[in-house]
């Protein structure tokens, strides 16, 4: 629905009936991003509140569970609760992009529900 506001958006400041939107960027993108730059992702789909979030809690359950894992646990299980986080940030940037992907290149002619 973003999408299509949006596009009316668009035609309409520039008076152009003819004029498209910007692609949003290919899912395996987001996905390479999302896995080098915790947040981007979600930024890259147009949601920076929401990265901004995943940080903050990847920040917040990593500094919990470094001060509750015993002192002989490894680096990863000192910080389980922010690689948890980060692991969702991952799936979730993914899964948003995939759909913004989707339907901003689905078939406008179509009438049924059905996947393409």
């Given at each position: 629905m973003g999408q299509r506001s949006a596009t009316r958006e668009l035609t309409e400041r520039s008076g152009n009936a003819n004029a498209t939107a910007k692609p949003p960027l290919h899912p395996l993108w987001v996905l390479l991003i999302a896995v080098l730059l915790p947040g981007v992702g979600q930024v890259i789909n147009n949601t920076p509140k929401r990265g901004l979030m995943f940080l903050?809690?990847?920040?917040?359950?990593?500094?919990?569970?470094?001060?509750l894992a015993p002192p002989e646990a490894s680096f990863v299980g000192r910080y389980a609760g922010g690689f948890l986080i980060y692991a969702i940030s991952i799936l979730d940037a993914y899964r948003w992009a995939r759909h913004r992907w989707t339907f901003f290149h689905r078939d406008p002619g179509r009438t049924d529900n059905a996947a393409p």
């Open positions: 903050f809690f990847i920040m917040s359950l990593g500094w919990v569970t470094l001060h």
